[in-house]
């Protein structure tokens, strides 16, 4: 079994600044990329970063200049640093991982439960 599990969401003002962790625990053979997603009310789930294990990073345009994401892989751990924020930046995020659980070449995709990051204008 794995599980992702996400802190530090809270509120804060209009041009402040946050850090999210995830840590992944449990049977992982090996993980390719670990992520962060958002869901605001009423709105899809959005990409907002993510980072593969060979470097590459994919991050939303609105959040570029802003969110910056990194990986401790000894901890199997990701991190966004969010400053500047806005309160468009109000959502849920979630913390996502694409792993092996053994030798077999099969890729899973688990999520965390979310934290709630709040801006206030």
């Known amino acids: 079994q794995v599980q992702l599990v996400e802190s530090g969401g809270g509120l804060v003002q209009a041009g402040g600044s946050l850090r999210l962790s995830c840590a992944a625990s449990?049977?992982?053979?090996?993980?390719?990329?670990m992520g962060w997603y958002r869901q605001a009310p009423g709105k899809q789930r959005e990409l907002v970063a993510t980072?593969?294990?060979?470097?590459?990073?994919n991050s939303a345009d609105s959040v570029k200049g802003r969110f910056t994401i990194s990986r401790d892989n000894t901890k199997n751990m990701v991190y966004l640093q969010m400053n500047s924020l806005k309160p468009e930046d109000t959502a849920v995020y979630y913390c996502?991982?694409?792993?092996?659980?053994?030798?077999?070449?099969?890729?899973?995709?688990?999520w965390g439960q979310g934290t709630q990051v709040t801006v206030s204008s």
């Open positions: 449990g049977s992982i053979f090996s993980i390719n990329a």
């Open positions: 996502n991982a694409r792993l092996r659980i053994d030798i077999k070449p099969t890729w899973y995709i688990y």
């Open positions: 980072l593969a294990s060979d470097g590459t990073t």
